[in-house]
């Protein structure tokens, strides 16, 4: 009896699991896969993309369409390369793409996907989720560490300043990394992570580029499984190297956290909030690898991506001069030259969100969005998509679609002073403009993002004038990564514009 159960059992999950796989090929025949390259045998369309996929991608969505789909090795990728199709995938389906995909660089940098960028959509997401908006990135916690960024600005700008005097040029990313990095761990460790500007912040500047870098690559073994114990690229021993780098470093910061905790009194920051939940109940116990894995979010996610978003639109104000001075008229006429500026004058101040919306849309700092994996197979604008198929979303390729804005490669900050353009917001429900994605998968820190990039911008703006170092010339070209870095970083010579009161 036990036997015929067994094997009645066995025939009812084999019947299953056919009718599954008939119903999966049925409906790829009434609704076929999305237009795409057919690629090569065995690697798909791997080598089709090259240093830049996101040029690559956006180049082939104007041959198959705003919905592509890519065999990429053993898997499947689909991408969205226009406002409307990107609405369907992160708002209509967005359900079916909550999850990331799991990969090396999640397995190998971020602590087995343990984090808040990768991690599985659910309990744990959640928590981590609500925790960093309660203490960090909602707005009455930005509320609360408004008087961190202020300060730290205000050591920038004093910092620029000395360099100006000494006729030295000013390393704006390496500058704003330092600043940015300082304010995160003020608000998470209850102090500054770097006193000086030497070569430690230097090294994590370094460790922060490499990766966005190598995340970011095509990494052949997240492709084609079989061959991943080869690494034939050397990413993965590549990661792995940066990997114990950046624990060693978080490690520190958690031992040299908790040895303080008496100092903390009355006072706690948000690595005490999560350590008081690591230390709770099992059904939302947190490991001590979910902690480092969140600060490795914060600090590198924080601190790379405005630290982009800023030197691009400096780098565009110094090919278009006109846009720095107007930036600075208006600037005078509301805050003058007697005081800095201070976040309450951001809403009055037009020009300067123009301008941050406008290196928003053409330089985004992640400019494919971070890949979704379908937990299910759906359908859009007719088209089949398979259970597993990796989703990137071009927001490069939105931000320089023509069907969407005039003149898409000029850089120029009066298509968001028209009352159409005002209205559109960068923080994920306009899609013509997702820097920071959408849906529930979208950027946690999406409004810490905006402020500090308005803030530290504008102060850079009010406080200086910026010139090119004599002999060199501007170089716009871009570095693929998750982050788009500068090929060649922003180096500037400053001279104040404001009354010496302003940088003491």
Same mark, same amino acid.
């Given at each position: 009896?036990?036997?015929?159960?067994?094997?009645?059992?066995?025939?009812?999950?084999?019947?299953?699991?056919?009718?599954?796989?008939?119903?999966?090929?049925?409906? *790829?025949?009434?609704?076929?896969?999305?237009?795409?390259?057919?690629?090569?045998?065995?690697?798909?369309?791997?080598?089709?993309?090259? *240093?830049?996929?996101?040029?690559?991608?956006?180049?082939?969505?104007?041959?198959?369409?705003?919905?592509?789909?890519?065999?990429?090795?053993?898997?499947?990728?689909?991408?969205?390369? #226009?406002?409307?199709?990107?609405?369907?995938?992160?708002? #209509?389906?967005?359900?079916?793409? *909550?999850?990331?995909?799991?990969?090396?660089? *999640?397995?190998?940098?971020?602590?087995?996907?343990?984090?808040?960028?990768?991690?599985?959509?659910?309990?744990? /997401?959640?928590?981590?989720?609500?925790?960093?908006?309660?203490?960090?990135?909602? %707005?009455?916690?930005?509320?609360? /560490?408004?008087?961190?960024?202020?300060?730290?600005?205000?050591?920038?700008?004093?910092?620029?300043?000395?360099?100006?005097?000494?006729?030295?040029?000013?390393?704006?990313?390496?500058?704003?990394?330092?600043?940015?990095?300082?304010?995160?761990?003020?608000?998470?460790?209850?102090?500054?992570?770097?006193?000086?500007?030497?070569?430690?912040? %230097?090294?994590?500047?370094?460790?922060?580029?490499?990766?966005?870098?190598?995340?970011?690559?095509? %990494?052949?073994?997240?492709?084609?499984?079989?061959?991943?114990?080869?690494?034939?690229?050397?990413?993965?021993?590549?990661?792995?190297?940066?990997?114990?780098?950046?624990?060693?470093?978080?490690?520190?910061?958690?031992?040299?956290?908790?040895?303080?905790?008496?100092?903390?009194?009355?006072?706690?920051d948000l690595l005490d909030a999560v350590m008081a939940i690591r230390d709770g109940p099992a059904e939302e116990k947190l490991t001590n690898d979910n902690v480092k894995a969140l600060l490795l979010n914060l600090f590198t996610a924080g601190t790379d991506t405005s630290k982009g978003t800023i030197e691009w639109a400096m780098a565009e104000m110094q090919l278009n001069p006109s846009i720095l001075r107007r930036a600075q008229a208006e600037m005078d006429g509301i805050?003058?030259?007697?005081?800095?500026?201070?976040?309450?004058?951001?809403?009055?101040?037009?020009?300067?969100?123009?301008?941050?919306?406008?290196?928003?849309?053409?330089?985004?700092?992640?400019?494919?969005?971070?890949?979704?994996?379908?937990?299910?197979?759906?359908?859009? %604008?007719?088209?089949?998509?398979?259970?597993?198929?990796?989703?990137?979303?071009?927001? /490069?390729?939105?931000?320089?679609?023509?069907?969407?804005?005039?003149?898409?490669?000029?850089?120029?900050?009066?298509?968001?002073? #028209?009352?159409?353009?005002?209205?559109?917001?960068?923080?994920?429900?306009?899609?013509?403009?997702?820097?920071?994605?959408?849906?529930?998968?979208?950027?946690?820190?999406?409004?810490?993002?905006?402020?500090?990039?308005?803030?530290?911008?504008?102060?850079?703006?009010?406080?200086?004038?910026?010139?090119?170092?004599?002999?060199?010339?501007?170089?716009?070209?871009?570095?693929?990564?998750?982050?788009?870095?500068?090929t060649v970083p922003v180096a500037a010579m400053v001279s104040p514009r404001c009354a010496p009161s302003v940088y003491d």
């Amino acid at each position: 009896m036990a036997t015929t159960f067994l094997r009645e059992l066995f025939l009812c999950v084999a019947l299953y699991y056919i009718l599954r796989h008939v119903v999966s090929r049925l409906l *790829s025949c009434f609704s076929p896969l999305p237009p795409g390259p057919r690629g090569f045998p065995v690697v798909g369309a791997l080598p089709l993309l090259g *240093s830049a996929p996101h040029v690559t991608l956006a180049g082939m969505a104007k041959r198959y369409g705003p919905v592509m789909h890519l065999k990429m090795g053993q898997f499947g990728m689909v991408v969205a390369s #226009t406002p409307d199709a990107a609405r369907v995938f992160l708002k #209509t389906l967005d359900p079916y793409f *909550s999850n990331r995909p799991v990969d090396a660089a *999640s397995v190998r940098l971020a602590y087995g996907g343990q984090d808040l960028v990768f991690a599985e959509y659910g309990p744990k /997401w959640k928590l981590l989720r609500k925790l960093c908006k309660l203490e960090m990135l909602g %707005n009455k916690a930005l509320e609360s /560490w408004a008087a961190v960024r202020r300060d730290e600005v205000g050591r920038m700008l004093r910092s620029m300043h000395a360099s100006g005097r000494k006729g030295e040029p000013v390393m704006l990313g390496g500058m704003l990394i330092y600043t940015i990095a300082n304010m995160i761990g003020r608000v998470i460790l209850s102090g500054r992570v770097f006193e000086t500007k030497g070569s430690e912040a %230097n090294e994590f500047k370094d460790m922060v580029v490499e990766l966005m870098t190598l995340a970011a690559q095509v %990494n052949i073994s997240d492709f084609l499984p079989a061959v991943a114990w080869m690494d034939l690229q050397g990413l993965e021993a590549r990661m792995k190297k940066l990997h114990k780098k950046f624990d060693r470093v978080l490690s520190r910061m958690v031992a040299e956290h908790e040895a303080s905790k008496g100092e903390r009194e009355g006072r706690p920051d948000l690595l005490d909030a999560v350590m008081a939940i690591r230390d709770g109940p099992a059904e939302e116990k947190l490991t001590n690898d979910n902690v480092k894995a969140l600060l490795l979010n914060l600090f590198t996610a924080g601190t790379d991506t405005s630290k982009g978003t800023i030197e691009w639109a400096m780098a565009e104000m110094q090919l278009n001069p006109s846009i720095l001075r107007r930036a600075q008229a208006e600037m005078d006429g509301i805050i003058g030259r007697n005081r800095r500026l201070e976040e309450s004058d951001i809403p009055n101040l037009p020009y300067l969100q123009a301008i941050c919306k406008e290196s928003f849309r053409k330089h985004p700092s992640t400019p494919l969005n971070l890949p979704r994996i379908s937990t299910q197979a759906c359908e859009v %604008n007719g088209y089949y998509i398979p259970k597993n198929t990796k989703l990137f979303v071009n927001v /490069w390729a939105i931000g320089r679609d023509a069907d969407v804005w005039e003149h898409p490669l000029e850089f120029n900050p009066d298509r968001f002073m #028209t009352a159409k353009g005002a209205k559109i917001d960068p923080r994920g429900n306009d899609f013509e403009l997702i820097p920071f994605g959408a849906g529930r998968r979208i950027c946690a820190g999406v409004r810490a993002g905006v402020v500090l990039v308005q803030y530290m911008l504008g102060s850079l703006i009010h406080s200086f004038d910026w010139s090119l170092p004599e002999g060199s010339k501007p170089d716009m070209g871009e570095t693929f990564g998750i982050a788009l870095q500068k090929t060649v970083p922003v180096a500037a010579m400053v001279s104040p514009r404001c009354a010496p009161s302003v940088y003491d």
